[in-house]
Structure formats: structure tokens, C-alpha cells
């Protein structure tokens, strides 16, 4: 079974729903997951001095923290040195049958999956835990103005796709786009279970 940890920097109180989303993700851990959170804001503002070499701005009560996700690999390297892969998520998002989706033939020589159609999803991307993957982010001249500002620039959807689409263009990794998700965000009333199934209307999710 491909190994997966799935890292959630999270800074400040949990959202009130979160014994709820742990339960949700409880059955993942039999799937090759692990989660690892991380609670502390000093010492990850340490972490990123110390690995990146560069200032780590405010992170509670901001969205500074997504900035952050394209080095995630590097940042946690030492935690993360056991497993296949690595990747980040949210709190506020739900999970279907995550073993009919991302299988580990599916995941067979791929580089990085991420579940949106044309770019690298925050509650949603999965990386080999391979050293051309997890430094991407350096070929961005701008990652570390990107970081040390914040303000939810939304790079990662945007100049660090287009550094991952151009390493796969290239041939040097192998990225996978999917749309398994919620089509209609403005519509949560079709969204039900049937047993472990997720689905929205009579057409079963993933997230």
C-alpha cells in the first residue's frame, strides 16, 4: 500500500466542526494515510527560517499558511522521510471513497495529483516525496516574496502551477489534474451520503 501523509499546518482554535471532520478522515488511516498537524506557530516560524532561510510573517488568524504549501515537502522533510508521499488539505472539506478514487495504481508514476481540473488544489494535492518535486517551488523567482509577505496571493493556483505544468511539459514529472469534486459550489443541498458513498445529487464525489 502506497503511504500518504497528508500535512495540515494549522495555527490558532480549530473550527467547530472538526471532531466531525476527524471522524470523516478516520477510515483513511486503513487507505496508507497519516496526517500530521502542527499546532505550534513558533516553531514553525523556526522551521521556515531555519530550512528556507527567510522571515515567516503572522500566520495565526491569517491565510499566510497556503502560501507556504508548494515547500511543505521541504519544510517536513524529516517527518515525512518514510512515506511515498506527502500532500496538503483543508478543514472544511469532506471525503468520499477516497479508495475508489486514488488508488495506488492510479497514483503508479505519478508526480503529483491534484483534484482540480487545471491547477494545484489547497484542499486537495498529493506529491511524490521525490527531491525534483518537493523543490519546485524554487524555480518561482518570487517564492520567497510570495512567503515572506503573505496575503493570500494564491500562488500555488497560479505561478507554481505554471512551474508544475512546465516541469510536465518538459518530461521531468508526471502531474495529473481530476475534477472528482463538487461541480455546483453554490448548491450544498444535493450533497448527501448513501452509506460511505459522497454524492452530489445521483452522481457520487470524491470531496
Known sequence: MTSKCMIVPYFGPYPEWFDLWMRNTERMKALGYDFLFDTDEQDFRERVKRTLGIECPPM?????IWEFRPALGVLYADEISEFSYWGHTDFDVL???VEEW???D???GVSIHSNHHNYICGFWSLYANEPIVNNLFRRSPDWQKY???????GWAETEFTRVVDEAHAAGEI???YTHWQTKDLNNYDKIHWDGDRLME???????
Not at 60 to 64: A, I, L, P, R
Not at 201 to 207: D, H, K, Y
Request: glycine letters at 22%; hydrophobic letters at 25%; charged letters at 25%.
Open 95 to 97: 471525503y468520499g471513497r
Open 60 to 64: 495565526t488568524g491569517t491565510g499566510n
Open 106 to 108: 492510479f497514483l503508479d
Open 102 to 104: 486514488v488508488t495506488d
Open 147 to 153: 512567503m515572506e509577505e503573505g496575503g493570500g496571493s
Open 174 to 176: 508526471n502531474r495529473v
Open 201 to 207: 445529487g445521483n452522481t457520487e464525489v470524491f470531496t
